[in-house]
């Protein structure tokens, strides 16, 4: 089968990491490890933040105008369905429902929300878009179990709502196992870290609000002062967390434990 695959949030293709551009390529990937033909239909960015007035007119047109583009393209040989991950109020479709219908195809949708509180206010557009893309879905791929609630009501029938369990692509993993004590060697050497103690590991988005806030919490419980609460996690001495941070929160962070710390990479790490 032939897919065109969208992303409104975040394409896969675009710069900046996210465990939404990481979905999105995981997704491809499972389509194409299933034996079907992927094809990325569209890199626009449908998000709205509903602070700039006129945006979601302007995304509006721009997809209509996609969708022409799309049309044109494919008229020959138009795919057998269409994809679409992560549908909300803030990054509704304003393409893949009008090709779909051009084309006479299946619209899928996963990972697709509905609030109906949005329905006034600086999100209404959005709403009402990603509303109508929903009640056109041949079948909503339902990966977060409370989602489920707010976009049944828009399907024609209940089992059009197919629920995917959490999945994951372990061969990478795998093959990193088998080279567990290279790969610990080499990055003690990079950030000077003691190879025979237990490490510990946080992963996660660094920027401001809930995220940062996340940091701090997480500083607070590893750190040893009194003035921040004592520790709520103990540690041995020799157990140093590890903040790798690509941000200028990084830096503000690390100065609020004493027990976690910036490396000081001694080789440029690969680009992530």
Not at 38 to 46: D, F, G, H, I, N
Not at 253 to 265: D, F, H, K
Request: aromatic share 6%; glycine share 6%.
């Amino acid at each position: 089968m032939r897919i065109a695959f969208y992303a409104p949030l975040k394409s896969p293709t675009h710069p900046v990491p996210s465990g939404d551009r990481r979905m999105a390529r995981l997704l491809m990937a499972a389509l194409e490890g299933a034996g079907h033909a992927v094809t990325l239909a569209s890199s626009l960015r449908s998000w709205d933040d509903g602070r700039r007035p006129g945006r979601a007119e302007r995304l509006a047109a721009l997809g209509a105008r996609c969708a022409d583009r799309l049309t044109a393209r494919w008229r020959d040989d138009p795919p057998d369905l269409w994809f679409t991950y992560h549908l909300y109020h803030k990054a509704p479709d304003w393409i893949g429902p009008a090709v779909s219908r051009r084309f006479g195809i299946p619209y899928v949708v996963a990972e697709a929300s509905f609030a109906a509180k949005r329905a006034i206010g600086p999100f209404a557009a959005g709403h009402r878009a990603a509303e109508a893309a929903i009640r056109q879905a041949a079948a909503v791929v339902n990966l977060a179990g409370h989602d489920a609630e707010g976009v049944l009501p828009l399907l024609r029938s209940p089992d059009r709502l197919v629920r995917l369990r959490p999945f994951l692509d372990t061969r990478p993993f795998a093959a990193a196992a088998v080279e567990r004590d290279r790969h610990r060697a080499a990055l003690a050497e990079r950030y000077g870290l003691n190879p025979h103690v237990p490490w510990l590991l946080a992963v996660g988005m660094m920027r401001g609000g809930d995220k940062e806030r996340s940091y701090e919490i997480l500083a607070q419980a590893l750190s040893p002062s009194p003035a921040l609460g004592g520790p709520k996690v103990r540690l041995p001495r020799q157990r140093k967390p590890l903040v790798c941070a690509r941000a200028p929160q990084g830096t503000e962070l690390c100065s609020s434990a004493s027990r976690v710390r910036m490396p000081s990479p001694r080789s440029t790490p690969p680009p992530t």
